[in-house]
């Protein structure tokens, strides 16, 4: 749950070029803003065929697509968004081919039927594999004939590199280039205007999505009439200031939480109108500078816990009533209940329900804390469904900004008591949804003092005082950094100083969205990098996403691969100076390294439906930081549990690196067969008889290869050979289509 939000976010950081910039990005209501729902369309003035659509896309691609005919298509059910009525609608392909399945899909936008999204699975991508066959450059060049031959991109501006989001790329899936281009006006980039582009290894486009404005004409500043930049820069310095706040980092591959202190400019100001000099805020233009507000508790004392500890049997009631919904046309079903951890480790009753109507149903699910009968998490579905069904949801009289306020903290008070004492009302202003008159608060959490950014309780209010979304972020940390030994305040803003540019962009504001009018903005960028922080103790610049550059290591024969494994996170290097590719690698890092390179991992506390885990090895129990691979290497069938302990630091061998490879390959089978293969190494009688197969396979298929007639079973494998099979293995998978599950 938290990756998607979190791809919300740098989506939309992206998508917006300033919106989320590093002043901005300080906010704690960046989860604020809810996810798009997308809804049904029953019926359309005009009636769209699939053919019409399979036509259309077939002459964007000329020739691409001829192995697929009109019966491997299917097109899905028009709908729009909430904030865009624009009717949209998708068609969807997939077909066997040579075995392996290729699939993918197409959205078109408006009247003209324009392609505003493409995605494709193609059936082969070896030779998009690392080493890919074209370059990064050439996948530029690529990207941009795409643009300007098939969709008329000469308004367009490659923008800089983008950020690598994932934590861990595997080795079977193929090179992946990404291109954002920006359209222009007057030379200058239109932040809702884009176009994002990528390109396979092999030189394929793959993914493209272009986003559409929703008003076709539109009106823009003259760009000759904007203040002058130096001016507006010594402006921004003279009146922003910054903030100290915990920022919780959390290891999507370890689990692990870390609090550390940083400096983030102060929240409230997102640009300066570049005609008039006025600060851009979220309630628009403003004269003054943005004022800090000051955090305020929600509650001095702590609250009693709602109640103490409830059963499956109390959980039901609670959805009953919280899901019920005052429609004769909406039945709603509970689907199943059950206990689990939830994401932060808190005991939850798990319950999954259904909204059912006459054209369908919708789902989601509700968390109850097991221990308080609290809510953790809640969404409500139910104007979205109203409105699916003909029902326009009632948004008149629509609660004020502080009524919503004031109903979002009763309901916190009642229903999510627990640690409210730690929270402080919002200090930035809430995202208001317009069309349906709904607000979401953030309402951040407060630790010594200092507001806590990546935690905070979030609360969705209705036109009619209802509850749309709650939200509970609560994590429990042991160990929080003392502010005693931070830089001070002024230092930290004059590194900000030092580091902030502004960048002139053509934007709507959010309060008139619908609006063809583009301002001119000066948006605040610090070090080129919308996602830059300062840590509070060492005054050192960071990155929220990407952290520390990679290492680069050196290597006679391996330094490509080596370095590859490094920056896809396969292989981890803590010192570079100090690695040594030619040192062999223990049992245990050779298993971490092949199975991070060929299935993705989460190594957290939570898996659903995983409560109870297997222990195959006496000395590997669920706390070993090996515990995934090895169980998983077990249950994939690469290594045997033929005794109790495994031996996670002795070296592995040539023989043993072979059969692990071969098990991968799904050959075992024939490699246990020793009877029909001969070795004619010189060395062959040093073989276990046993795995006589598996090496003749994995010499034939090169994964690891015979050097002067010598195989050299028994010799210990070091980090650059197993670095260089290792890509060759991902090679001989993407071959024959087989993988591991994940």
């Known amino acids: 749950m938290r990756l998607k939000k979190l791809s919300m976010i740098v989506t939309s950081s992206v998508l917006s070029i300033g919106m989320f910039s590093s002043i901005a990005g300080a906010s704690t209501t960046m989860n604020g803003q809810p996810e798009k729902v997308r809804i049904q369309v029953a019926a359309t003035n005009t009636i769209i065929s699939k ?12 020739d691409r697509f001829d192995f697929l005919t009109n019966s491997d298509f299917q097109l899905n059910s028009a709908h729009i968004y909430p904030e865009d009525e624009t009717v949209r609608h998708d068609l969807y392909f997939t077909k066997m081919i040579d075995g392996k399945r290729v699939h993918g899909n197409i959205g078109f936008v408006g009247e003209e039927l324009a392609i505003e999204s493409f995605s494709y699975q193609p059936p082969n991508v070896k030779d998009a594999l690392f080493p890919a066959k074209v370059s990064k450059e050439q996948a530029r060049k690529i990207a941009e004939d795409f643009m300007k031959n098939l969709i008329d991109g000469k308004d367009y501006q490659l923008e800089t590199d983008t950020f690598n989001y994932y934590p861990q790329q595997i080795l079977t899936e193929p090179v992946r280039y990404s291109f954002s281009f920006t359209r222009t006006e007057n030379q200058v980039s239109i932040a809702d205007q884009r176009m994002e582009i990528s390109v396979l ?21 003259d760009v000759t009439q904007i203040k002058d930049k130096d001016a507006m820069v010594k402006q921004v310095k003279d009146n922003f200031s910054v903030d100290l706040n915990y920022q919780i980092n959390y290891d999507y591959q370890t689990g692990e939480r870390s609090a550390e202190l940083v400096y ?42 709602k109640q103490d500890g409830i059963t499956i049997e109390d959980a039901k009631k609670i959805a009953e009533q919280f899901l019920a919904i005052d429609s004769q046309k909406i039945k709603l079903k509970i689907e199943s209940i059950h206990e689990m951890e939830n994401y932060n480790g808190v005991p939850v009753i798990y319950v999954q329900y259904m909204y059912q109507h006459a054209n369908g149903g919708s789902g989601s699910s509700l968390e109850i804390n097991k221990n308080t009968g609290e809510i953790v998490h809640y969404y409500n579905m139910k104007d979205h469904l109203l409105v699916e069904i003909g029902e326009e949801p009632k948004t008149e009289d629509a609660l004020s900004r502080q009524e919503a306020l004031s109903e979002g903290v009763k309901f916190l008070k009642k229903w999510a008591p627990s640690n409210l004492h730690t929270y402080a009302m919002p200090i930035d202003e809430p995202y208001f949804d317009e ?13 010594n003092g200092i507001v806590v950014v990546g935690d905070q309780i979030s ?14 972020n609560y994590q429990e940390m042991e160990n929080w950094p003392s502010s005693d030994d931070v830089i001070s305040e002024q230092e930290a803003k004059t590194l900000f100083e030092e580091a902030l540019t502004l960048k002139l962009t ?50 006679p024969w391996a330094e490509e691969e080596l370095n590859y494994l490094i ?79 495994f031996a996670v630091d002795a070296p592995v061998t040539r023989e043993e690196l072979s059969t692990w490879m071969i098990r991968v390959l799904g050959l075992e089978q024939a490699a246990k067969d020793d009877s029909i293969f001969k070795l004619g190494f010189v060395d062959a009688d040093k073989v276990q008889s046993a ?33 260089v099979s290792t890509i060759r293995l991902a090679h001989a998978i993407a071959e024959n289509g087989r993988g591991l599950r994940y």
């Open 201 to 221: 290894g092999n030189g394929e486009v793959v993914n493209f999505y272009k986003m559409f404005p929703q008003s076709t004409s539109s009106t823009f500043d």
């Open 506 to 555: 053509y934007m709507k504001h959010a309060k008139k969205e619908k609006e063809s009018h583009y301002d001119l903005v000066y948006l605040p960028v610090f070090n080129e990098d919308p996602f830059s922080y300062v840590n509070a103790n060492t005054g050192e610049w960071s990155n929220m996403l990407n952290g520390k550059d990679s290492i680069t290591v050196k290597h």
């Open 264 to 305: 983030r400019p102060t929240a409230k100001l997102q640009g300066v109108e570049a005609a008039t000099g006025k600060w851009l805020t979220a309630n628009g233009y403003a004269s003054d500078f943005p004022a800090k507000t000051k955090i305020e508790p929600i509650t001095e004392k702590p609250l009693p816990i």
């Open 435 to 447: 069309r349906l008159g709904t607000y979401s608060f953030a309402f951040p959490r407060i630790m």
């Open 51 to 62: 053919d019409e659509l399979v036509k259309k896309f077939k002459k964007m691609f000329p």
């Open 567 to 645: 920056n896809a996170k396969v292989l981890d290097v803590k010192d570079a100076k100090s690695f040594n590719g030619d040192a062999a690698i223990s049992k245990g890092e050779a298993l971490k390294v092949l199975m991070n390179s060929l299935t993705y991992f989460y190594y957290g506390g939570y898996y659903y439906g995983q409560e109870e885990l297997n222990q195959t090895f006496d000395n590997i129990d669920p706390k070993h930081p090996l515990y995934q691979e090895i169980e998983r290497a077990v249950e994939a069938g690469i290594i045997k549990a033929d005794g109790k302990n």
């Open 691 to 723: 795995n006589t197969g598996y090496v003749a396979i994995a010499n034939s298929l090169g994964l690891l290869k015979e050097e002067k007639n010598r195989f050299n079973p028994e010799r210990e494998v070091s980090y650059a050979e197993l670095a």
């Open 459 to 472: 609360v969705g209010i209705a036109a009619d005082g209802s509850l749309n979304s709650l939200y509970v």
